[in-house]
């Protein structure tokens, strides 16, 4: 029973410092200031009081004196606090940005004598606290709106970078002093305003395509990553054989060259031809679309002819043993043929006067009679002797036959 009370004391104990640790560790010394201030925001009783950053204390109560917050610090130890202490040195500032807020606060210098408990640092002397929103109310809407889609985005951009955003920080410093060098530089030798005038003109330029933007940078980010692929080693043999490429290149280029010009006047020549080809497309459409109505008999034509194809076909498969004999016979006929080509006239008169013989019968049916004439060839065809008065050439030449015809030494024949 004994331990259980001691536990039970013990642990009364602890909540009792737990609740009131907040107002600083019991049983020590402290001093306290008054200090009046025209608007304190969200302060709250339990803020840091503060002097160089470093906190010292805490605000023990905040109550209203007429039409002015009284805040009471508490401050830890005995720290003197003299009336020149807040000579526009205690401010309420801002200790997060959840809202959180402190106390700035300066004890000021002692030959202005130590302040009384009772007395109150006036107003005057103090700077009142700065709200967000307040700051945010001197913008016009438009501005607001356009501060806090600029919050979103880049609180966005950064949610899942915190690794990224510590090694930025991280390399700041030396940023910095470059970037303390390019502005010296930039603002001796550059335009700023006109600079900044561009960078506007080029900022309105991306308004409205974030999306691709984003989405350009994803791919970028790919692309460097596969580009630094074992540790670029690929690109580093890129490069070192990039040279003689590019003069295998030039050297290939040079031999395009001549192909080139000769396309060059090809394309030249072509010219006139495309023209009129392009002249002409207006009658080319005429004639297809009047030839829609004949293409469209087509179908019918090649319907009623299927009967005489399907005969063709068995015609021709019983022609095919045929005719590699007839190709045979053709081409033995080829010769003779040559022979009897200059006599084509002769051959073809002969035709005309056998036709002349024929056309004429009686009723008993005797179309041809053949009757025999005599003539001195009679008698001297069979003497071996030549007729002085026959100059009939039994191997004539092409053409001669149909002289002799008409004349010969005796005269008309």
């Known amino acids: 029973m004994l331990v259980g009370l001691l536990v039970l004391a ?41 002097i160089n950053s470093v906190r010292v204390g805490q605000v023990s ?35 997060s940005a959840l809202g959180q807020k402190f106390i700035d606060f300066s004890a000021g210098t002692p030959p202005a004598g130590r302040l009384g408990p009772e007395e109150v640092v006036p107003a005057n002397q103090t700077v009142p606290s700065q709200e967000l ?41 030396g940023m910095l002093k470059d970037l303390g060098t390019v502005s010296r530089t930039a603002g001796a030798q550059t335009d700023l305003a006109g600079m900044l005038r561009s960078a506007d ?28 692929v074992d540790g670029g080693e690929p690109l580093n043999a890129t490069l070192r054989q990039g040279p003689d490429a590019l003069r295998d290149a030039r050297e290939a280029l040079e031999l395009v060259q001549e192909p080139l ?18 002249a002409a497309t207006p009658d080319i459409r005429g004639v297809l679309r009047e030839g829609v109505a004949p293409l469209n008999k087509v179908p019918g034509v090649m319907h009623q002819a299927e009967p005489a194809v399907a005969d063709l076909t068995g015609v021709f498969a019983d022609a095919r043993p045929l005719a590699p004999k007839v190709g045979r016979a053709l081409d033995l006929a080829n010769e003779p043929l040559q022979q009897l080509a200059p006599y084509s006239p002769e051959i073809g008169l002969w035709f005309t006067y056998a036709r002349d013989a024929l056309k004429d019968g009686d009723a008993a049916g005797h179309w041809l009679r053949i009757d025999i004439l005599a003539n001195t060839e009679s ?28 004349s010969g030494i005796g005269g008309g024949r």
């Open 10 to 50: 013990l642990f009364a104990g602890s909540l009792v410092f737990a609740f009131n640790a907040t107002m600083g560790v019991p049983w020590h010394d402290h001093t306290y200031a008054k200090v009046a201030f025209n608007d304190v925001g969200s302060l709250r009783t339990g803020d840091d009081v503060r």
């Open 61 to 95: 109560k905040i109550e209203l004196s007429g039409m002015q917050p009284v805040v009471t610090l508490k401050l830890d130890g005995d720290r003197p606090v003299y009336r020149d202490a807040t000579a526009a040195a205690a401010s309420v500032g801002a200790r």
């Open 133 to 173: 929103s307040d700051v945010l109310d001197v913008l016009d809407p438009p501005t607001r709106e356009a501060l806090g889609k600029t919050l979103r985005e880049a609180g966005g951009g950064m949610a899942g970078h915190s690794g990224d955003l510590h090694d930025a920080v991280g390399t700041a410093p």
């Open 201 to 228: 003109t080029l900022a309105s330029r991306f308004s409205g395509r974030e999306q691709q933007l984003s989405s350009l940078i994803s791919q970028s980010d790919s692309t460097l990553r596969a580009v630094g």
């Open 261 to 278: 010009q000769h396309t060059e006047s090809a394309m030249t020549q072509l010219r006139p031809g495309a023209e009129a080809l392009a």
């Open 379 to 406: 008698v001297s065809g069979t003497v071996p002797v030549p007729d002085p008065i026959t100059a009939r050439n039994p191997y004539p030449a092409p053409g001669q036959a149909q002289q002799e015809k008409r």
